[in-house]
């Protein structure tokens, strides 16, 4: 994580607690981190190669290679090559422009999110070549973590990247959570839903994920390339129902619609599921995930004198809404309900955006934004949310920070929050005020942490709970 500026902490009254929330976010990023999580779980000692609890005997392996999709890919890659060293052949994994990492055996290639572009389909034209010629007695490992959707992308016959890009805009604009969007993405693919693990089998597979899904569900995070896919063709097209985006999908991309309908009628076969014999010699393991993350900063919180209390660690639902939510709680922090002060509020999630302006923003830009609305006018308040792979949405900054100062900031520069709430427009309203969370490609993703630190108010502070209309603090 870069440094952010001395102008995010200087002159603010909530100085302190932007230090303390940034260095929880800190410690958050290093308990997630992909090369620590590989080194956990793969090990090698001679020839007795271990992955969690299995062993394998590489005298009994020809050629050991890595494949795989994600923004944490590369980090992942690089972890590998440390233990496999020259036992590793080569490979090839594709991440978001900017997430690359240096590796000598194995092929970094960038490509395009949230949207898939031609690189995304050569990349993963690259993998799938090398699956097909992978034999029994090979290795390989297949590297996920979050984005891996959009950065390996195979269309299935018939289906063009356009297609498949419009479809994607339409669900993610109508606030369509992942699982959603992956079932529609995987009946869409002839790489996605378990169909890469055919394409490696009879090879030995070797999963190894870093989850950006809650839960962990190995068939939803980066579309569950190599599992048993539990979704079908109607729930790929319930999901565009659901989501009322069915007229307009058919008109966008009519021949991905009637590809989803003519599967559902059975006219292609479904994704492999359970049982199939492409998972038979087939190995998944979670590296790292949120709980991790959010463990970490519940301790960074700890060592800086808060008492925490979690929230939620699965958050889900529209950003503003969420984020409201999480203003209330700290205006309730504040009032006594969560025990003495200072506290700590956290929780861990990823949140939703329906479109509804023509904005520039991201789901933890506008949690903040509208938990800003929430706390204005308190002292001694900061709310922070963040995405652990340093991007929020289509912007170049990770989330943004607010205080019980940034309406009151906000309004000097003739700005309406609320106007920019409408708009879905929050970059540039925290570009503004210089509490945007600018730390750069963090080389994982474990989805997003949104946190309030609320503490006594500062000498001299006084909150003008009568001034409804402004909410401002003034000093006494």
């Not at 490979?91 to 055996?105: E, I």
């Not at 309730?332 to 506290?343: D, N, S, W």
Request: aromatic letters at 4%.
């Amino acid at each position: 994580m870069r440094p952010l500026p001395e102008t995010f902490f200087k002159n603010r009254e909530t100085e302190a607690l932007r230090r303390a929330a940034i260095r929880c976010l800190e410690r958050a990023l290093r308990a997630a981190d992909p090369i620590a999580g590989v080194r956990r779980v793969v090990r090698l000692e001679g020839d007795l190669l271990t992955v969690a609890d299995q062993n394998c005997d590489l005298r009994q392996v020809r050629t050991i290679s890595a494949v795989g999709a994600g923004k944490a890919a590369a980090a992942m890659a690089a972890a590998l090559e440390e233990i496999l060293g020259e036992r590793l052949a080569g490979g090839v994994v594709s991440v978001k422009h900017g997430h690359f990492a240096h590796t000598d055996r194995v092929a970094v290639r960038e490509a395009g999110h949230p949207f898939p572009d031609a690189a995304s389909v050569e990349v993963a034209d690259a993998v799938l070549t090398l699956a097909d010629h992978a034999a029994q007695e090979d290795l390989v490992f297949v590297l996920l973590s979050g984005g891996g959707s959009a950065l390996l992308v195979a269309p299935s016959e018939g289906i063009t990247l356009e297609d498949k890009l419009a479809i994607t805009r339409l669900l993610l604009s109508a606030g369509a959570p992942i699982g959603e969007l992956n079932a529609v993405r995987k009946h869409l693919s002839r790489i996605k839903g378990g169909h890469l693990a055919r394409r490696i089998a009879p090879a030995r597979i070797v999963t190894l994920a870093l989850s950006d899904v809650l839960g962990n569900p190995l068939d939803v995070i980066a579309s569950g390339p190599t599992v048993p896919d539990r979704s079908t063709y109607t729930d790929a097209l319930d999901a565009l129902q659901r989501r009322a985006v069915m007229a307009a999908a058919a008109d966008t991309a009519p021949n991905a619609v009637a590809h989803l309908r003519d599967g559902a009628a059975g006219r292609y076969p479904e994704t492999p599921k359970a049982g199939d014999p492409a998972f038979r010699r087939s190995q998944s393991v979670v590296i790292g995930d949120l709980a991790q993350a959010l463990r970490a900063a519940e301790t960074a919180a700890e060592d800086q004198g808060f008492a925490t209390v979690v929230l939620a660690e699965a958050v889900e639902g529209e950003a503003r809404k969420v984020g409201a939510s999480l203003g209330r709680a700290a205006r309730e922090a504040l009032e006594g309900r969560y025990g003495p002060l200072p506290v700590c509020l956290l929780q861990g999630g990823e949140t939703t955006v329906t479109v509804r302006g023509s904005g520039k923003g991201g789901r933890n830009q506008e949690v903040a934004l509208s938990a800003a609305l929430e706390v204005a006018g308190l002292p001694g308040t900061l709310v922070l949310a963040a995405g652990t792979d340093g991007t929020d949405g289509p912007t170049d900054a990770a989330g943004a920070a607010a205080d019980g100062w940034t309406l009151y900031r906000a309004r000097r520069l003739g700005f309406d929050p609320q106007e920019y709430l409408d708009r879905n427009n929050a970059y540039p309203f925290f570009a503004a005020l210089g509490d945007l969370i600018m730390t750069g490609p963090t080389l994982t993703n474990v989805n997003d942490l949104m946190m309030a630190f609320v503490d006594r108010p500062a000498p001299g502070l006084i909150y003008m709970s009568a001034d409804a209309e402004a909410k401002t603090p003034r000093r006494s």
